[in-house]
């Protein structure tokens, strides 16, 4: 089991940024490949960014592609989601999620543990 815990949302401006961490506990971090993925007020969720195990493969919506960067420290135990660039339709609660088995991971069924959830609110 591990759990996962979010922070850095908040409201920002268009054009600004911000860096989203999730920070693990519990089984071993880099057993885990992990996601971010968001969901909009009346919408679905969607998948936004994912890392591999071992950080060497990263994976990106086209909406956030050449804007967000998806990086992990495994000494830390922590993923992060660094925006630029923001847009108001960026605005989502952005939630990490972990997955450890063979996947795409750009499907949030493919995910086994969740966070909690961080608000990001874009402001035009």
């Known amino acids: 089991q591990v759990q996962l815990v979010e922070s850095g949302g908040g409201l920002v401006q268009a054009g600004d940024s911000l860096t989203l961490s999730c920070a693990a506990s519990?089984?071993?971090?880099?057993?885990?490949?992990m996601g971010w993925f968001r969901q909009a007020s009346g919408k679905e969720r969607e998948f936004v960014a994912a890392?591999?195990?071992?950080?060497?493969?990263?994976f990106y919506a086209d909406s956030v592609k050449g804007r967000f960067t998806i990086s992990r420290d495994n000494t830390k135990n922590t993923v992060y989601l660094q925006m630029n660039s923001l847009k108001p339709e960026d605005t989502a609660v952005y939630y990490c999620?972990?997955?450890?088995?063979?996947?795409?991971?750009?499907?949030?069924?493919?995910?086994?543990?969740w966070g909690q959830g961080t608000q990001v609110t874009v402001s035009s």
């Open positions: 999620a972990a997955n450890s088995r063979i996947a795409t991971l750009l499907k949030d069924e493919e995910y086994e543990h």
């Open positions: 519990g089984r071993t971090f880099s057993m885990y490949n």
């Open positions: 890392v591999t195990r071992s950080g060497a493969s990263t």
